[in-house]
């Protein structure tokens, strides 16, 4: 059984940077397409980046695009997901996503994903 635990979230002011990590226990991070999606409150689930382990090209959100960078270690069975020029809007809990499909186009809206870690909360204030 695959698990997966965030870490790096907490509060940053506008304009900062932040360094989320996603930690894979039970599986093997090579042979799995891993995300990371957000939810802000009284919003729905919003794709932010994807790593498909059949290639190394990443896909991400538009609203996070030039801003993020999704990156992985399969050494470390560990992705990283490095938020620069953050804004007010990306205030949100963060989940990092595992499946065993290859490629995932577009990303998925969500519920393609087998695996879901507990989320880490970021917070950016002006």
């Known amino acids: 059984q695959v698990q997966l635990g965030e870490s790096g979230g907490g509060l940053v002011q506008a304009g900062g940077s932040l360094r989320l990590s996603c930690a894979v226990f039970g599986g093997t991070l090579s042979t799995l397409t891993m995300a990371w999606f957000r939810q802000a409150p009284g919003k729905d689930r919003e794709f932010v980046a994807v790593?498909?382990?059949?290639?190394?090209?990443?896909i991400y959100g538009d609203s996070v695009k030039g801003r993020f960078t999704i990156s992985r270690d399969n050494a470390k069975n560990t992705i990283v997901l490095q938020m620069n020029n953050l804004k007010l809007e990306d205030t949100a809990v963060y989940y990092c996503?595992?499946?065993?499909?290859?490629?995932?186009?577009?990303?998925?809206?969500?519920?393609?994903?087998?695996?879901w870690g507990q989320g880490t909360q970021v917070f950016v204030s002006s």
């Open positions: 996503a595992a499946d065993s499909s290859p490629f995932m186009s577009g990303g998925g809206s969500g519920i393609e994903y087998d695996y």
């Open positions: 790593n498909n382990w059949s290639d190394a090209t990443p």
